[in-house]
């Protein structure tokens, strides 16, 4: 073999690593979104002659699809063509069902590669996910994703049929934005997006429903399914995550109502049912479904603020939300609460949590603190507004939300590019970096002695 087959062979080996074949994925399809927006056909009335859309914007709107974050820097509405809305809905889409299929099989994946012990704890914890079926999963996946799609588009389709639309409209706006919902992006085609419509319940509803289910992801889903009358069987994964997604919304809906009550901008023109559900509305959003109905801008500081870390928790593992994730969260908020207590192990549910899965976890959360602390730091010193609003924004990008408190339009370029590196990276770098160094585990055959250094 000569030396030429040898670096082909070991370039293969290294593309074929399972965290590397997400970002790869994901690259490609940027690109290939990226290209179609910038056809003229694409762009609102470009049938008549208009040039297609810059470089910048269609990479923007591309990444912000493929990486179902819902920002944009354009009025998605009126800016693209039914051609450039129907492009975004299927960039949406195929990063939807990538992460979540993707993030499901690479987790089916590292529970193969454990010791026997392990494995057979893990499956116990995936029950009947057996990563020897892959198209048993994908399938489970695109046919739970699709049902669930169809039933909102098919609700929301009869809404909009009820203000007067269409039905083909009608039907075009409820499968859009059924798909948005549900793959948590946030986009919406109706010309004033949902501002004009947040009083209206049966709208608002099936949207923050779906935001909800594609947010708790599908290991969750699946064993809903099966175990959903017997919640003392639920794995940890299960309970932290639905528990953890209750806790938060309610969190958020409290916190909304405390200091939005009497904001005339926000909740203070409305009555008390209207309060309750926009504060409801903006505390699932936040979770990474991206839509709002009231102006992220005319918020409180201290609404900003815990917005901010409610969308940088964001929702569960292998779901269409980003953020670093609920278990993630409070993984590590009950290996604080066991080292309060003097425990010698890290207990959740009455189950010890393994060391490795600490270590992983507080990579992941230290990781995703510098990079959005490095995005801020470089968005400070290019956009001129007040350092929470820049703070949310960044945020938004990397978690994936998709609120945005309009600096995203006027930000210039540079600016612009940040933004579309913290969406990538949030996207597709917190599961490749789980994954990764779940992969990595080893057991070696030595310790080095012990020591310890002052702490606190």
């Known amino acids: ?104 099989l690479l987790g089916l994946l590292v529970t193969r590669r454990m010791p026997l012990r392990g494995r057979l704890m893990a499956s116990a914890e995936m029950r009947s996910l057996d990563l020897g079926d892959v198209q048993h999963v994908l399938r489970l996946v695109v046919i739970s994703t699709l049902a669930t799609e169809a039933v909102l588009t098919l609700w929301l389709g009869l809404r909009f049929w009820s203000w007067g639309m269409p039905a083909g409209e009608a039907l075009w706006h409820g499968l859009f934005h059924a798909c948005s919902a549900f793959m948590n992006t946030g986009f919406s085609t109706l010309p004033e997006g949902l501002v004009p419509h947040r009083g209206d319940f049966l709208l608002l509803l099936p949207l923050m429903i779906g935001v909800m289910l594609g947010g708790i992801g599908f290991p969750v889903l699946h064993e809903l399914r099966l175990e959903w009358r017997r919640p003392e069987r639920w794995s940890i994964h299960t309970k932290l995550t639905l528990w953890g997604s209750v806790g938060l919304t309610l969190f958020g809906l409290l916190a909304v109502l405390l200091f939005e009550w009497a904001n005339p901008a926000t909740l203070g023109g409305e009555g008390v049912g209207g309060k309750l559900l926009g504060a409801l509305f903006h505390s699932v959003m936040t979770r990474s479904g991206g839509f709002s109905i009231h102006d992220p801008a005319s918020m409180g500081v201290d609404t900003t603020l815990i917005s901010s870390a409610l969308m940088l928790i964001g929702g569960g593992s292998a779901s269409t939300a980003g953020g670093i994730r609920i278990t993630t969260f409070l ?108 992969l990595r585990v080893k057991s070696t055959p030595f310790r080095y002695p012990e020591e310890r250094p002052i702490v606190g």
């Open 331 to 438: 993984l590590l908020g009950f290996v604080v609460w066991s080292e309060i207590r003097a425990r010698p192990d890290s207990v959740a549910f009455r189950r010890r949590i393994s060391p490795d899965v600490q270590r992983q976890a507080l990579a992941v959360v230290l990781t995703a603190v510098g990079v959005v602390s490095l995005g801020l730091l470089i968005l400070t010193n290019i956009v001129e507004a007040p350092v929470e609003k820049i703070m949310f924004e960044a945020i938004s990008a990397f978690a994936t939300v998709g609120l945005s408190t309009g600096l995203t339009a006027s930000m210039p370029p540079a600016g612009q590019v940040v933004l579309i590196v913290l969406m990538f990276v949030g996207r597709v770098g917190t599961v490749s970096l789980a994954t990764a160094l779940a």
């Open 1 to 104: 073999m000569n030396r030429t087959q040898r670096r082909g062979q070991v370039g293969r080996r290294r593309i074929g690593h399972p965290e590397r074949v997400v970002p790869l994925a994901f690259l490609a399809g940027i690109a290939a979104g990226t290209l179609l927006l910038m056809l003229p056909l694409a762009r609102s009335g470009g049938l008549s002659g208009t040039e297609g859309a810059p470089l910048l914007t269609a990479l923007f709107t591309a990444t912000s699809a493929l990486c179902v974050t819902g920002l944009t820097p354009v009025d998605i509405a009126s800016y693209w063509s039914p051609f450039g809305h129907l492009v975004i809905l299927l960039l949406l889409q195929a990063g939807g069902l990538g992460i979540m299929t993707g993030a499901t």
